[in-house]
């Protein structure tokens, strides 16, 4: 199948995308695929509250990579340290501090992950979602791979028609689509 965009990574070589959850992973790591990038998925999510949540968001994961043919790995699930770093943050909006904070943790996770297991270029499904601020994301990206070796790839995975995309993968692959985007700070704005 031919990708929907023309996907360019910023350098040639192993694609580490740190995901957050399958709906958002969707149609970015079919894309990949279909471009025949050498792509693994890195699940960091110590953001994501209660355990149950995180477990429901990573089994919905597990199965969307197994079914794509694309090795993943879990992160050390560490909600304490995630609440640590969000410390004094909690009651920023959605979009506001909290979030860039939440951002660079888990990125700068992943961006540790790649340095050490060979990947020169990071992703992330983040910015996929119509939620979160793709500039944001992109500086969070940057500033966790400054230092490392590895180019963060701040792609808008939300033009090209891979918005709509998104939207037709969570149908088909009859994805558990949760309501807020992981914390509880997030899921108290939403109720």
């Known amino acids: ?9 910023p350098v040639e070589g192993p694609v580490l995308l740190h995901a957050c959850c399958a709906p958002c992973s969707g149609a970015v790591l079919e894309c990949m695929v279909n471009s025949s990038l050498d792509v693994t998925v890195f699940f960091s999510n110590s953001n994501i509250a209660p355990r149950g949540e995180y477990d429901l968001r990573l089994a919905e994961l597990k199965r969307y990579c197994a079914l794509m043919g694309v090795g993943m790995v879990e992160d050390v699930y560490d909600h304490r340290r995630w609440l640590d770093a969000v410390k004094g943050l909690e009651s920023e909006p959605e979009r ?78 009859g994805f558990y689509n949760q309501t807020f985007c992981g914390c509880e700070f997030s899921r108290q704005s939403n109720e």
Request: net charge positive; charged share 25%; with cysteine.
């Open 1 to 9: 199948m031919e990708p929907l965009v023309k996907l360019n990574p």
């Open 96 to 173: 506001g501090g909290r979030c860039l904070v939440c951002f660079r943790e888990r990125l700068a996770c992943a961006a540790r992950y790649a340095a050490s297991h060979g990947f020169r270029v990071l992703a992330t499904t983040l910015a996929s979602s119509r939620w979160k601020s793709a500039e944001m994301v992109a500086r969070a990206g940057s500033e966790a791979c400054e230092g490392t070796g590895v180019v963060f790839w701040a792609q808008d995975w939300r033009k090209g028609g891979l918005q709509q995309r998104r939207s037709e993968v969570i149908r088909e692959r």
